[in-house]
């Protein structure tokens, strides 16, 4: 299937860009990260800590056993400090 | 019941013209970019354009509907913020002074850890830091 | 730092004109006269000259002191207030949002149950009865 | 030693002005209510139910027992119902 995932703050710095498009056939947000990890050191280095990165799927924060089956847009970034 | 995500900055007068009707109690927060090091010049808040506003109103009314509120509004600003500017505020309407009170304190909790915005320190010298997620912000919302 | 009372009605924004320069965050309340019977036409505010203003004044500096406020705010009405009308506002003012939501809070149970004010319901048909205060105003004040 | 002795909300409604110059020996605010609750049926009414009635001596709030030594202005009211 195919995703937009979009990085937020310092994943989108670490990364380079705030967006891409990939294809993927994983069933959990963790197996998506572990093939986006696999990418590049670019990638690797934003998902090295899990623990620092929070994910939404199609707008809705969710952890990362939440299923990918359908998801159009998922999103990682680091938690969240607004207010 | 609105919420908004904008660059310019807002009145909290005008947010509250019409705000409330038939309500008891008023309640609002309002935060301000705070320099605390002496070496920052402003923030940058950056957000999740699409998810942002639709989080924020989805909130706002589980919100309403837990406390009871006769109105309730959010208001959360992006982009650069010098240092004694308005951040965002929250207001809240309720029949009573303790569900205005406690629906604003519970939005604000939610605010600080679970909406999709992130800040950024910009230093008088140019430098740049992100701002870490504090451990009591998301301990706060336990509290619910 | 300020606490006024008076019959004229206040502006909130007049009030929060360079109020609390340096905190991270405000928080005000603002009671408005509220009909539940849908019988009333106006509250009529007594108070105790003298007494009422050093009250205030006395009880924003100790809030100051206890939550660390940068600044705060008291203005409370007295007189004829129609429904609809605002009785009173807090403001307050601190480094960080807890402080400023809890100064508000137990400022406002303080007004409640112990500063010099005595409501009376006007209603349309001309009757007046004197609000009696509630044993959970009372008791509001022990949570601190 | 001479008290002005003020009234407020129904207090003063019952007892029918909203302050009285009182000579008194009373050593303590229960001994002047005494005093006043014997003047006449106005007065009687009002302080009838002591458990409804609040009291400030020199505009501080005081209970009961508190001495009146060296007191200009006491007050009685009902519960306060401010804010």
Redesign the interface.
């Known amino acids: 299937m195919t995703v937009d995932v979009?990085y937020?703050?310092?994943l989108r710095e670490r990364i380079g860009q705030p967006s891409e498009r990939v294809e993927t056939e994983a069933a959990t947000v963790r197996e998506l990260v572990a093939e986006l990890a696999a990418r590049d050191a670019w990638h690797a280095a934003a998902f090295a800590d899990m623990t620092a990165v929070r994910c939404?799927v199609d707008?809705e924060?969710a952890d990362l056993d939440a299923p990918l089956a359908g998801a159009r847009e998922v999103?990682f970034?680091?938690?969240?400090?607004?207010? | 019941m609105v919420a908004r995500v904008q660059a310019a900055p807002f009145d909290l007068a005008a947010e509250l013209a019409g705000f409330g009707a038939g309500a008891g109690a008023q309640v609002t927060f309002t935060g301000i970019v705070r320099d605390d090091s002496g070496r920052m010049a402003a923030l940058e808040i950056e957000h999740y354009p699409g998810m942002t506003e639709a989080a924020l109103t989805a909130h706002g009314l589980e919100a309403a509907r837990r406390f009871g509120l006769i109105d309730w509004r959010i208001v959360h600003r992006h982009g650069r913020l010098e240092v004694g500017a308005q951040i965002m505020m929250v207001a809240t309407a309720a029949r009573h002074r303790r569900a205005a009170f406690e629906a604003a304190d519970y939005l604000m909790d939610w605010l600080k850890s679970r909406a999709p915005f992130w800040k950024r320190e910009i230093g008088h010298d140019g430098s740049a830091h992100w701002v870490e997620a504090k451990a009591s912000d998301e301990a706060a919302l336990d509290r619910w």
């Open positions: 979009l937020f703050a310092w939404a707008q924060l999103a970034f680091p938690p969240m400090t607004g207010g």
